[in-house]
T-cell receptor
């Protein structure tokens, strides 16, 4: 089955700096890669996603890149702000498949220092 | 409209007891997923419903866990003879059609087995 590895497990940056979180996946059939942000004690919330027919997607300060050949994808946050502090999870699934359940990485705790 | 809701928000029980956790998905969402999140980990898939039927229950850890969705809306996750290792946050998510569409998560039920 699918396995998703996520690095780093913790990341501390200064406000205004960029943050990059990387994930690798094992199943070449996976074609949908969402990123979720989870604040302490709260529900995971989708912040951006990418499908395998594109290599990059941007939404304001957030971007995701995908390398299908290498089976890895990354989250980029620019001009970080203290409110970006949270745990970020990458995930993989098969869009259009019969299940669509998400396989998650273990998460990255991002701390943005003012 | 209302998001995914889960009740109770917290449940404390004793080892060996039976518990039921409830999930109310977004109205009109045919797909419903249960995940379990242990401390410091990403959500782990348990079971997926498409309508009233369990389309994939491969993530249920053993036969003490069971889930139903009798009318294709509300779902109940049932755990028999609870063990301390069952302690975790149980998350429910729903999506429009289950074929890789965006999953919206509920706030979770924190289960503590003493």
């Amino acid at each position: 089955g699918e396995n998703v590895e996520q690095h780093p497990s913790t990341l501390s940056v200064q406000e205004g700096d960029s943050a990059v979180i990387k994930c690798t996946y094992s199943d070449s059939a996976s074609n949908y890669f969402p990123w979720y942000k989870q604040e302490l004690g709260k529900r995971p919330q989708l912040i951006i996603d990418i499908r395998s027919n594109v290599g990059e997607k941007k939404d304001q300060r957030i971007a995701v890149t995908l390398n299908k050949t290498a089976k890895h994808f990354s989250l980029h946050i620019t001009e970080t702000q203290p409110e970006d502090s949270a745990v970020y999870f990458c995930a993989a699934s098969i869009y259009g498949g019969s299940q669509g359940n998400l396989i998650f990485g273990k998460g990255t705790k991002l701390s943005v220092k003012p | 409209g209302a998001g995914v809701s889960q009740t109770p928000s917290n449940k404390v029980t004793e080892k060996g007891k039976y518990v039921e956790l409830r999930c109310d998905p977004i109205s009109g969402h045919t797909a419903l997923y249960w995940y379990r999140q242990s401390l410091g980990q990403g959500p782990e898939f348990l079971i997926y419903f498409q309508g009233t039927g369990a389309a994939d229950d491969s993530g249920l850890p053993n036969d003490r866990f069971f889930a139903v969705r009798p009318e294709g809306s509300v779902s109940t996750l049932k755990i028999q003879r609870t063990e301390r290792g069952d302690s975790a946050v149980y998350l429910c998510a729903s999506s429009l059609n289950g074929r890789g569409a965006e999953q919206f998560f509920g706030p979770g039920t924190r289960l503590t087995v003493l």
